[in-house]
């Protein structure tokens, strides 16, 4: 069990204090984010702000957000990342449901503030990008402002437990209402451990910071970087889906770990940016949060570094990362899908399905609980939802199998649709036609119930290739599946929808 808390690196040096801490819009030393650190829990000191409090922010993807998630933390609060793309509603809806005390927004987003019904418990809103303040129902203050005259400040830092909450990062809930996911220090040290260990990170890599501040992943890219004295580049928003901009800063500020989701690599492999000199400084390239297809992955490969490592990692933000594996030779050689590894620090994995107990069944997919360390403590103000967590245990709701002795991760459970009576996972229709040369991404929706239940298929082409027939498209299904699981439609798109996580929105598709 770890006993550590998270936040600011101690600086033992003025060499190390002018070493680069932040990369992006500008750049930061380890010297000046402490300062700017220290100024953001002054003021929360000033603001009465107790442990546990919350601090709500809401802006583009830059440096002073991570000044702003460290302050908070340095100060005993948890920060509340909401992404700058993210619609003044659900801004407005998670405050109300964190009532938080210091909410620190962009310029841009001040004119949605200033017309919102702001909870009680906001004492400031701080505005980056401004001097002064002014234009909201509570106080404002510019972020100019708001750091004037702390350059000499040092708080010391609060008293947490590695219990304290540190996080709450909302995620879609089944009600439409996003759920808060409540992330304790403890949560986030026994990960930071792991990948310190596991890759053997240090002062001298750059990690590249991709996901949003919301996304459990990008916990990976700023607490491991900043534990060991790296350099975080703050990929802007502008530049998350421009794959030249991305390669571009990667052979810039010599970037040696990269770690996003799956689409955001391929993107990088089809557009051809991924030159040998891009690649020439990545150590390590990790994935995680949909399936990787094995034929976008094997590309991948090809074009990285001998000495570039690859891992796929696995876990829902309600336990972080609570599974890793190594890519080897042999899993991109085979058309078998990747297993999801060995477990993450002290993590336990149980493999559970009430109504088929035969796990090892050839076929037989069961859902996969994770106990331990890394389970987060709930939902927050959900108590009806937290009772398994209190137990340090969460059912994922994920269907695995398991082959020699490998858990392979197969779909969703509320992916699992009835189809002429057999039980089918969209997830598997899915890497099956994933498996056809001509198409790039794909993803299947069930429509209808019962007799009338019918599958469609929407997908995307690879560059160069012939459309196909929907006949076609069946034959190659019928080779891999059986006839129900065969989809009866296809539609072609120049692009599947995605949410602000970079995942397939299959709510859009149904729509």
């Known amino acids: 069990m770890s006993d550590r808390v998270i936040g600011l690196p101690d600086i033992c040096s003025a060499e190390h204090a002018a070493r680069p801490a932040l990369l992006g819009r500008s750049t930061y030393s380890y010297g000046e984010l402490e300062t700017a ?10 603001l009465d702000a107790t442990i546990g409090d919350r601090v709500v922010i809401w802006m583009d993807k830059r440096p002073e957000y991570v000044q702003v998630m460290l302050g908070a933390l340095h100060a005993g609060c948890a920060y509340v990342a909401v992404d700058g793309a993210h619609p003044a509603s659900r801004l407005s809806t998670i405050v109300a449901d964190t009532e938080p005390i210091l909410l620190v927004i962009d310029e841009r987003r001040l004119p949605d503030v200033a017309e919102m019904t702001l909870p009680q418990s906001i004492r400031t809103v701080a505005v980056v990008g401004q001097a002064d303040g002014g234009g909201a129902t509570v106080p404002t203050v510019g972020w100019t402002d708001f750091l004037a005259n702390t350059e000499t400040v040092r708080v010391p830092r609060a008293e947490i437990t590695p219990s304290s909450l540190a996080a709450i990062l909302y995620t879609s809930g089944s009600t439409g209402k996003p759920k808060g996911v409540q992330i304790s220090h403890r949560n986030l040290a026994v990960f930071v451990e792991w990948a310190c260990a596991e890759l053997a990170v240090g002062s001298g890599d750059v990690f590249a910071n991709h996901a949003s501040f919301n996304f459990d992943l990008s916990t990976f890219d700023v607490f491991v970087a900043l534990s060991v004295g790296a ?12 794959p030249v901009a991305l390669a571009d800063g990667i052979r810039e500020h010599g970037v040696t770990v990269w770690y996003s989701v799956p689409s955001v690599l391929t993107l990088l492999t089809t557009s051809g940016s991924l030159t040998p000199d891009a690649v020439r400084s990545l150590r390590y390239v990790l994935f995680a949060g949909e399936v990787f297809p094995k034929p976008r992955l094997a590309e991948l490969a090809t074009l990285l570094h001998d000495r570039t490592v690859l891992y796929n990692l696995y876990g829902p933000t309600e336990t972080n990362v609570c599974m890793y594996h190594r890519v080897t030779a042999q899993d991109l050689a ?13 993590a336990r994995l149980l493999i559970v399905d009430e109504e088929v107990p035969a796990f090892d069944e050839v076929g037989v997919y069961s859902e996969l609980v994770v106990e331990g ?10 108590e009806l939802l937290a009772e398994e967590h209190r137990r340090h ?3 994922t709701g ?8 490998q858990i392979i991760y197969r779909g969703r459970k509320d992916r699992m649709v009835k189809l002429s009576g ?23 929706i069930a429509s209808g119930a019962g007799s009338t239940a019918r599958l469609k298929v929407f997908y995307t082409l690879r560059a160069g290739a012939l459309d196909l027939t929907l006949i076609g498209l069946k034959r190659h299904c019928a080779e891999h ?11 072609c798109v120049e692009a599947l929808p995605r949410n602000a996580n970079g995942k397939i929105d299959y709510r859009r598709l149904a729509g």
């Open 37 to 46: 650190v220290h100024a953001v829990a002054h003021r929360l000191r000033e």
């Open 231 to 242: 350099a975080v580049w703050i990929i802007s928003d502008e530049q998350a889906r421009d």
């Open 334 to 346: 085979s058309e078998d899908p990747l297993p999801l590894g060995l477990p993450v620090g002290d």
């Open 373 to 382: 360390d890394c389970v987060t403590p709930g939902y927050w103000r959900r």
């Open 393 to 395: 245990r969460h059912p």
């Open 398 to 405: 994920d269907l695995v199998s398991c082959i020699d002795g």
């Open 422 to 444: 057999y039980r089918a996972e969209l997830g598997e229709i899915e890497s099956v036609i994933l498996r056809h040369c001509s198409i790039e991404e794909a993803a299947v």
């Open 481 to 491: 599946l059986p006839r129900y699981m065969v989809p009866a439609a296809a539609t």
